[in-house]
T-cell receptor, first 114, second 106 residues
């Protein structure tokens, strides 16, 4: 399967713990996006990379959130000192920069903070 | 500000009925709009984009700049159309509406 891969698929953690999600994009895609989705809402943009450069970050991305794409391939999204409000589905997507209207999404990583 | 509004959260119709999923947008530039769909237990995926002006799975959407709308229409809904539908506006990133759940009953 050459689609976007995310892991873990589910993560349950206690408030205050750190969590990290990984995303492996489609190999030839140079853009990688992170979105967050809560119940009843559409995906909300968090950040995106073009190759290894992080080009934009949403105000939703507090200082407890950090994302990296060190070699322009896979990406990680870390949440430090998790809060219950961080509970959500974290979606990763990738695209070609020449056609960034079509995003290919992963299945998401669902975070539950107790 | 970039904003996408899908005024209805739920739409339930019977098979063969016409459907229209409403979308309004707010954007100061020249908009580029899309509809994304998520079927049950599947990934979010692109359904259609306004630039291509094509019909996908019987769905069409026309960009109306005067009314700032991009409604999705299908004349005869099928059960397999049941899904979550998101209207999406593109700037540097994609801005999603809150989505609408379409249920097509047999």
């Amino acid at each position: 399967d050459t689609g976007v891969s995310q892991n873990p698929r589910h993560k349950i953690t206690k408030r205050g713990q750190n969590v990290t999600f990984r995303c492996d994009p489609i190999s030839e895609h140079n853009r990688l996006y992170w979105y967050r989705q809560t119940l009843g809402q559409g995906p909300e943009f968090l950040t995106y990379f073009q190759n290894e450069a992080q080009l934009e970050k949403s105000r939703l991305l507090s200082d407890r959130f950090s994302a990296e794409r060190p070699k322009g391939s896979f990406s990680t999204l870390e949440i430090q000192r998790t809060e219950q409000g961080d509970s959500a589905m974290y979606l990763c997507a990738s695209s070609l920069s020449i056609d960034s209207g079509e995003l290919f999404f992963g299945e998401g990583s669902r975070l539950t903070v107790l | 500000a970039q904003r996408v509004t899908q005024p209805e959260k739920l739409l339930s119709v019977f098979k063969g009925a016409p459907v229209e999923l409403k979308c309004n947008y707010s954007y100061s530039g020249s908009p580029e709009l899309f509809w994304y769909v998520q079927y049950s237990r599947q990934r979010l995926q692109l359904l259609l984009r306004h630039i291509s002006r094509e019909s996908i799975k019987g769905f069409t959407a026309d960009l109306n700049k005067g009314e700032t709308s991009f409604h999705l229409k299908k004349p005869f809904a099928q059960e397999e159309d049941s899904a979550m539908y998101y209207c999406v506006l593109r700037s540097e990133k994609l801005v999603f509406g809150k989505g609408m759940k379409l249920t097509v009953n047999p």
